[in-house]
């Protein structure tokens, strides 16, 4: 062969090399798009993740100080009341202005002190609502009126500091009576609201976790392990569940009615509103009952099931129940099952 | 001949480039399912609550505690 004609196929070679090496680059340049929105998608779940923690992590350490804030105000609310029924039964007949202005002082003492609980009561519960995982439930309408209410509370406490003889300070007191009845009315009511939204997400996600351990059952049984003791208490955790979901149906209908409360959550008639709220705290706590018997199966079936299969048995960040080590028992299933959830 | 030494080099340009962005897809496939992992909620529980149950119950429980809350007024001053 000449040399032109070798160096001729050598080049036609390298030709077809560089068309094929540019190809390889093009397919590249083409997925690039895509892998960068999946990266943006990364980032900005990540970003998205970070600011609700944060934004989790602040909410509870404030209700943590407001829980506080609402205990120590209680203490400093019973000592009043206690003080001031003392001196009202040793005072109440006196007529000496000495006496009377003895008990004044601790019938304003005792009211200024119930005020300061009442707004830390308020506080609480306007945490609870302010909670970031409370949409979808009347937070707004219920910030107004705990608002409005601490307005009124202000108002009372410039009322009850000018009041200077003991028929005003009554006055201040019928006043404050009938504003707390009404705000221990809307507490049961809107907290009521949020243990529905933690109730219906534990049922939630206990039905997708019966689906993750029914899978795991099924597996076992391939494996020919016996299973009759998972059985029983899957069975069991199932049947509670469901006397939970028949529960759960009837609060929510009562909670649909709001007996008592406007659609904005403003008590409209104390007696309706009482009757209405006893009835479902009752049922709710009555579920609550229940939804524990159901957990204390789902924590004797991870005993059992770790018995079986061995201690490395955890459920992974996809949610799946899985046994370390052991491909063939790896044991997954649709979504993410974990009932973990904020405190 | 110099434009066989020519085409060489733009062939292993061309490569390498290539190659950059081969190397990229593959970081990206590789990182994305621990990427997932964010989305789940890590709280120490016991070790035979695989699901995390009791830490639900007892956020359930802090909600009915805060339910109860209610004030005592005296009946009349």
């Given at each position: 062969m000449k040399p032109t004609n070798i160096s001729g196929i050598f080049t036609a070679l390298i030709m077809a090399m560089f068309i094929l090496s540019l190809f390889s680059g093009n397919v590249a340049a083409l997925e690039a798009p895509r892998e960068k929105i999946v990266r943006d998608q990364i980032v900005n779940a990540k970003e998205q993740y970070q600011i609700n923690k944060e934004k989790n992590d602040n909410t509870r350490e404030q209700y943590q100080k407001n829980k506080e804030k609402y205990d120590d105000t209680r203490n400093q609310f019973e000592d009043a009341k206690n003080l001031f029924e003392k001196a009202n039964r040793r005072l109440r007949d006196a007529k000496d202005n000495k006496s009377n202005e003895d008990l004044n002082e601790k019938a304003r003492e005792y009211i200024l002190k119930a005020i300061e609980h009442t707004e830390a009561q308020l506080e609480v519960m306007k945490n609870r609502l302010d909670n970031n995982e409370n949409l979808g439930i009347t937070a707004s309408d219920a910030t107004k009126i705990i608002d409005a209410h601490t307005a009124q509370l202000e108002e009372l406490k410039v009322k009850v500091d000018n009041a200077t003889t003991i028929q005003e300070i009554r006055d201040v007191h019928k006043e404050l009576a009938g504003i707390v009845a009404k705000i221990n009315l809307e507490t049961r009511y809107f907290i009521g609201i949020e243990l529905n939204r933690r109730i219906d997400n534990f049922i939630n996600r206990a039905d997708n976790v019966s689906v993750k351990v029914d899978d795991a059952i099924d597996k076992l049984d391939a494996q020919g392990k016996d299973t009759t003791k998972l059985k029983a208490e899957v069975a069991d955790f199932k049947n509670r569940l469901e006397e939970a979901k028949d529960i759960q149906a009837k609060t929510i209908a009562l909670f649909s009615t709001?007996?008592?409360?406007?659609?904005?959550?403003?008590?409209?008639?104390e007696k309706d509103a009482r009757d209405f709220l006893k009835q479902a705290n009752e049922l709710q706590r009555e579920n609550i009952k229940k939804l524990k018997e159901a957990g204390r199966q789902l924590i004797e079936f991870g005993r059992d099931f770790r018995r079986l299969v061995g201690p490395n048995v955890k459920v992974n960040d996809k949610g799946d129940l899985e046994v370390d080590g052991h491909a063939t028992t790896t044991l997954t299933g649709g979504a993410t099952a974990t009932l973990t959830e904020e405190d | 001949m110099k434009f066989v030494y020519i085409l060489i080099v733009l062939v292993i340009a061309a490569f390498a480039l290539g190659c950059v962005d081969k190397k990229q897809t593959e970081t990206t496939t590789k990182t994305s399912p621990g990427e997932t992992a964010v989305t789940a909620t890590s709280v120490s529980q016991a070790p035979d609550d695989l699901f995390g149950t009791e830490s639900d119950l007892n956020a359930m429980n802090s909600t009915l505690g805060d339910m109860d809350m209610q004030i005592s007024l005296v009946d009349a001053i």
């Open positions: 709001h007996s008592g409360f406007a659609a904005d959550g403003t008590v409209t008639n | -």
